[in-house]
């Protein structure tokens, strides 16, 4: 999985289990993970925007009598779903034992990436485990460069002046990327800081109206038990 530099997989059952994928500049690698029948699995990937990303997964089956995990059958299918950082929904499909999915993002932050099967309806996994061999590519770790070069004819030197300009447009997003986290980290703490100043401001005043009427509520007192 390409950009991942950590993994932590959280097995909860009848709710998804959240991944946190920090991006680095580490190599593509993938991983797997177990899910039921009822459960689903949610990976969190920080994405800029207008970045094309491409998920490829397959699946292998609990085969009880063998104790080994073997390839799906056919009729086994997974369920993907991603939603950007306003949780609105970017892609939503059902797809085969082993597939791939692709979208690009619009909106940077991060992307809630979910997968389930449909296991309900298929009475051969009922009550089963089953693996999930996950690999996300984002970026221009997306780009398939040989089917490239071998599309547009491109010369090795050519091919690889197109990487440099993917890599240096991918950084040039990324910084725009921190640059709009650093925005909204300012506004945040502008916002948090304007709030403790008024909070700060209203304890001041409620102190001072309490000390006036407690002096005038002591001088009633003395006043009425002719102390004064």
Request: a neutral charge; aromatic letters at 8%.
């Amino acid at each position: 999985m390409a950009g991942v530099g950590a993994r932590l997989l959280l097995p909860v059952m009848g709710r998804p289990a959240l991944l946190l994928l920090a991006l680095c500049t580490a190599g593509a690698q993938g991983l797997y993970f177990h899910i039921g029948e009822t459960e689903k699995r949610c990976f969190i990937e920080e994405i800029p925007d207008e970045t094309m990303v491409i998920g490829n997964y397959r699946t292998q089956m609990w085969d009880k009598q063998k104790e080994v995990f073997l390839p799906s059958t056919p009729g086994l299918g997974m369920h993907v779903e991603v939603k950007d950082p306003d949780s609105k929904v970017v892609l939503s499909r059902q797809y085969g034992s082993e597939g791939r999915f692709t979208f690009t993002s619009h909106t940077p932050g991060d992307h809630q990436i979910c997968l389930h099967s449909n296991s309900t309806k298929m009475a051969l996994f009922a009550g089963g485990k089953l693996r999930v061999h996950l690999d996300i590519q984002v970026g221009e770790h997306a780009n398939n460069y040989p089917e490239i070069a071998a599309k547009d004819k491109l010369t090795e030197l050519q091919l690889r002046a197109r990487q440099l300009l993917d890599q240096v447009e991918q950084i040039q997003k990324e910084q725009d990327y921190q640059r709009y986290r650093e925005e909204r980290f300012r506004l945040t703490s502008e916002s948090t800081n304007q709030r403790v100043l008024w909070w700060s401001i209203a304890q001041t005043v409620i102190l001072i109206l309490t000390g006036i009427w407690q002096m005038r509520h002591l001088k009633s007192f003395f006043e009425a038990k002719k102390l004064v």
